[in-house]
């Protein structure tokens, strides 16, 4: 039997090549920190690391939706509390007013920065996070409100689910035999469309459905809060603006409130609209508008209204600032839920760790050896290249 080079090399070239695939392998393994480069390796492990992997990915979801949400909610926040604070300040103009002695000039003045008050409250419930209106319910792209130059009409924008057009509902304030201006059955009407895009008139009754139906829309999402198998217990991440004018959550209102049949007042959506801070800053503004009109400069009748519109004032104060705490609760919940879940997220990352992870000490003592390994190999093979005189016999 005759040993030639070209059969020690054959034997040598397998062994450096299986040096240097160990070699590679044990820098992955440093690289990537797994243990197993494939599932075969420890099919067990395998299986429960995807199982928590996908625990983790679901986990990190909705952490990044919680974000988002949060930062929604927070405008909704601010805008409750502009309205809040809009509305404090002009009940103490009003109250100034009627308890001192004012001039017919003082009054113009009280009266355009009351009306200005009033667009700001409709800037408000105009407000917008990224391309989305926060108050618009389930229609994030329409502008939801409008308010005319005068303060006497407010238009409500809404894009119902299933409708291709934006259908309108505009709200007149009217004056009242007493003085008082209230939004009325006589002063509502809309305009939606059919399937064909045709144009249909609504009348007031069909308007105020339309309204209902708008603040019944609910936004419930699966962010980690309450249970996906009870609907309930999710989290309601969508406010309208006309539920912050009215004060009646979803809810309240798929439960039956704003309709005088169900609502547990006996009030109509329109008598809640009316003690809105919107209709209410316009009531003080057309008050005056009335009393400069008349031209009798008898200031009693104006006085008697705004005392009415101050004492309703004060309880609308409560409604809005119920509205705002709602949102802070929720805004808490959501911060509570995604300080658990960055929790729970550690966790799973240790157990992930403890199943497919490398221990890192291990792995660069093991790319190590195999280095020198591969390295020794390569010095072996150096001392093989000569030639033996076997190799040119037959």
């Known amino acids: 039997m005759r040993v030639v080079n070209s059969s020690m090399y054959r034997k040598f070239t397998s062994g450096v090549n299986n040096a240097h695939a160990n070699l590679i392998k044990s820098y992955n393994k440093v690289s990537s920190g797994e243990a197993y480069e494939k599932a075969a390796e420890n099919p067990l492990a395998h299986y429960r690391g995807k199982k928590i992997d996908d625990q983790f990915q679901e ?74 209106y926060v108050f618009g319910g389930n229609d994030i792209s329409t502008s939801p409100f409008s308010l005319s130059a005068d303060g006497t009409t407010l238009t409500f924008n809404h894009k119902y689910p299933g409708e291709q057009n934006v259908t309108t509902i505009t709200m007149k304030l009217t004056e009242n035999a007493d003085g008082t201006w209230t939004y009325k059955d006589a002063g509502i009407s809309g305009t939606t469309y059919d399937s064909n895009g045709n144009a249909v008139t609504l009348n007031a009754a069909q308007a105020k459905e339309k309204l209902l139906t708008a603040m019944k829309e609910q936004g419930r999402m699966d962010l980690g809060y309450g249970s996906i198998h009870d609907r309930s217990t999710l989290m309601d991440t969508y406010t309208g603006g006309l539920n912050v004018l009215t004060g009646l959550n979803s809810d309240a209102v798929i439960a039956g409130a704003g309709d005088p049949a169900t609502d547990p007042n006996g009030k109509d959506i329109l008598d809640y609209l009316n003690e809105s801070a919107v209709a209410l800053i316009g009531q003080a503004v057309l008050s005056v508008d009335s009393y400069k009109a008349s031209g009798t400069g008898d200031k009693t009748q104006l006085y008697e209204v705004l005392g009415k519109t101050i004492e309703q004032m004060t309880q609308t104060e409560h409604t809005v600032s119920t509205v705002y705490s709602d949102l802070g609760n929720k805004y808490k919940a959501l911060d509570d839920t995604q300080t658990k879940m960055k929790k729970v997220q550690d966790s799973m990352q240790e157990q992930y760790n403890d199943l497919l992870g490398a221990d890192p000490y291990m792995a660069i003592m093991e790319m190590f050896n195999n280095q020198y390994s591969y390295n020794a190999a390569l010095q072996v093979g150096s001392n093989l290249m000569n030639t033996s005189l076997f190799d040119f016999m037959r």
């Open 59 to 132: 986990s990190l979801a909705k952490t990044t939706l919680i974000k988002d949400v949060k930062n929604r909610l927070y405008q909704q926040e601010l805008g409750a509390y502009d309205i809040q604070t809009t509305l404090a300040a002009a009940k103490n103009q009003v109250q100034r007013c009627r308890t001192g002695t004012t001039s017919d000039e003082a009054l113009m003045t009280l009266r355009d920065d009351l009306l200005q008050k009033m667009h700001t409250v409709v800037n408000d419930l105009n407000a917008q996070y990224e391309n989305f």
